[in-house]
């Protein structure tokens, strides 16, 4: 993945050459005003793009989709407005959802010590008598990190309390002291919901927050239509089969329906399906101010928590500050208007949703893209702020 500056050069010295092409002709459109249709397109196909959705909001209203390419290659599936596509760290957003739902319920505090979510303490070994705050984990400046462990954990089983157990899962800072983005640390927030209501991460976002809302999406892809569901494939280098293959991951996934604590740390870093449609009620929601039907569904207090930056340093994530779920997003050069939102990379997909105060953003998501990037904000996102949102 094209972090440094360096490897964002070679990324993108190579990708004209190497890069996978794109087998898709023209974007569709539904859903009204096709002005932008052309200017979509172009910018699709520059960031080779196998497939994807692109749902618009104006004006506090779900607008235009624009639609193009496929979801899978072999055999093709091409994209379709309800394609179902596995988010990345877009999960994380939605989790941080259901944390401010609970909030707003009086079920939970961001303040809380995390350690009263869990069967023991959790400390960070260099400052033992410090509590962890919810909202640290949320914002990633609770001094967790991911570590060797974290990463062999995809396959080796390793528990999250052994995680929590290894010195190395902690920096030596305070927390809120210095942002230090960390997928096991997001992660962990599911663990700790599951422990404190005794329900599985499944059971809970959808009673308390997809369901009342009325919105399709799961965590658990054995309750996802594979009829519906997107693979993700490497761009560059160009691969012949897909990273993530939905089918093969659907044959080997368990259903989730019981809590279990110390492996599910690994669920809301990445790992739940929706369309961009959908994504978008949800997005709705926040631009909203959390109000459905008049009723206040996350508090507005919640909401600030959510949307305003907090934290250390972000010296490598230029024009980008992390509130306890989302960004906010400050550079001229990307847009004349101050953007909410979150990113998603894995296997390939390079997903993404903004929106600004007045009531306007996008949701996209797709099935492999150039993962090139200015800093952290990947240029495809960048390209579509500018046509979308300039």
Same mark, same amino acid.
């Given at each position: 993945?094209?972090?440094?500056?360096?490897?964002?050069?070679?990324?993108?010295?190579?990708?004209?050459?190497?890069?996978? #092409?794109?087998?898709?002709?023209?974007?569709?459109?539904?859903?009204?005003?096709?002005?932008?249709?052309?200017?979509?397109?172009?910018?699709? #196909?520059?960031?080779?793009?196998?497939?994807?959705?692109?749902?618009?909001?104006?004006?506090?209203?779900?607008?235009?989709?624009?639609?193009?390419?496929?979801?899978?290659?072999?055999?093709?599936?091409?994209?379709?407005?309800?394609?179902?596509?596995?988010?990345?760290?877009?999960?994380?957003?939605?989790?941080?959802?259901?944390?401010?739902?609970?909030?707003?319920?009086?079920?939970?505090?961001?303040?809380?010590?995390?350690?009263?979510?869990?069967?023991?303490?959790?400390?960070?070994?260099?400052?033992?008598?410090?509590?962890?705050?919810?909202?640290?984990?949320?914002?990633?400046?609770?001094?967790?990190?991911?570590?060797?462990?974290?990463?062999?954990?995809?396959?080796?089983?390793?528990?999250? +309390?052994?995680?929590?157990? +290894?010195?190395?899962?902690?920096?030596?800072?305070?927390?809120?002291? #210095?942002?230090?983005?960390?997928?096991?640390?997001?992660?962990?927030?599911?663990?700790?919901?599951?422990?404190?209501?005794?329900?599985?991460?499944?059971?809970?976002?959808?009673?308390?927050?997809?369901?009342?809302?009325?919105?399709?999406?799961?965590?658990?892809?054995?309750?996802? +239509?594979?009829?519906?569901?997107?693979?993700?494939?490497?761009?560059?280098?160009?691969?012949?089969?897909?990273?993530?293959?939905?089918?093969?991951?659907?044959?080997?996934?368990?259903?989730?329906?019981?809590?279990?604590?110390?492996?599910?740390?690994?669920?809301?870093?990445?790992?739940?399906?929706?369309?961009?449609?959908?994504?978008?009620?949800?997005?709705?929601?926040?631009?909203?101010?959390?109000?459905?039907?008049?009723?206040?569904?996350?508090?507005?207090?919640?909401? #600030?928590?959510?949307?305003?930056?907090?934290?250390?340093?972000?010296?490598?994530?230029?024009?980008?500050?992390?509130?306890?779920?989302?960004?906010?997003? +400050?550079?001229?050069?990307?847009?004349?208007?101050?953007?909410?939102?979150?990113?998603?990379?894995?296997?390939?997909?390079?997903?993404?949703?903004?929106?600004?105060?007045?009531?306007?953003?996008?949701?996209?998501?797709?099935?492999?893209?150039?993962?090139?990037?200015?800093?952290?904000?990947?240029?495809?996102?960048?390209?579509?702020?500018?046509?979308?949102?300039?």
């Amino acid at each position: 993945m094209p972090v440094t500056p360096r490897k964002n050069q070679l990324y993108a010295a190579a990708l004209p050459i190497l890069g996978k #092409r794109c087998r898709w002709q023209r974007v569709e459109v539904t859903g009204g005003d096709a002005d932008k249709q052309q200017a979509v397109q172009r910018v699709l #196909r520059k960031h080779h793009v196998v497939g994807g959705c692109v749902q618009v909001i104006r004006s506090g209203q779900a607008a235009e989709l624009y639609y193009a390419g496929y979801a899978k290659l072999k055999p093709r599936m091409a994209v379709q407005p309800d394609t179902l596509f596995r988010t990345a760290s877009i999960a994380k957003a939605v989790c941080a959802l259901l944390v401010f739902r609970l909030q707003t319920l009086g079920k939970l505090s961001v303040e809380e010590d995390i350690s009263a979510f869990w069967h023991s303490a959790i400390r960070n070994p260099h400052f033992p008598d410090t509590p962890i705050p919810l909202g640290a984990l949320l914002s990633h400046s609770a001094g967790i990190v991911d570590t060797p462990a974290y990463f062999r954990s995809f396959s080796e089983g390793i528990s999250a +309390d052994e995680l929590l157990a +290894d010195t190395a899962s902690f920096a030596n800072v305070k927390p809120y002291e #210095r942002f230090q983005y960390s997928n096991f640390g997001a992660g962990l927030i599911c663990s700790l919901l599951e422990y404190r209501f005794q329900q599985s991460i499944e059971e809970l976002i959808q009673t308390e927050l997809l369901q009342p809302l009325g919105i399709s999406a799961t965590v658990d892809i054995t309750k996802a +239509d594979i009829n519906r569901l997107a693979n993700s494939y490497r761009i560059l280098p160009p691969e012949k089969e897909a990273a993530f293959d939905a089918a093969a991951r659907l044959r080997s996934a368990e259903p989730i329906t019981v809590p279990n604590p110390q492996r599910h740390f690994l669920l809301m870093s990445g790992n739940l399906f929706i369309a961009a449609e959908e994504m978008a009620k949800l997005c709705l929601l926040v631009m909203r101010g959390g109000t459905v039907a008049g009723t206040q569904f996350i508090s507005k207090a919640s909401l #600030r928590k959510l949307l305003t930056p907090i934290g250390g340093g972000t010296e490598h994530w230029p024009g980008i500050r992390h509130g306890m779920g989302m960004f906010l997003l +400050d550079d001229a050069a990307v847009s004349s208007r101050v953007l909410h939102g979150h990113q998603g990379f894995a296997y390939g997909a390079v997903n993404g949703f903004f929106f600004d105060d007045d009531g306007n953003g996008f949701v996209s998501f797709n099935s492999g893209a150039s993962e090139q990037r200015v800093g952290r904000l990947s240029l495809l996102n960048r390209d579509l702020i500018q046509e979308l949102l300039p």
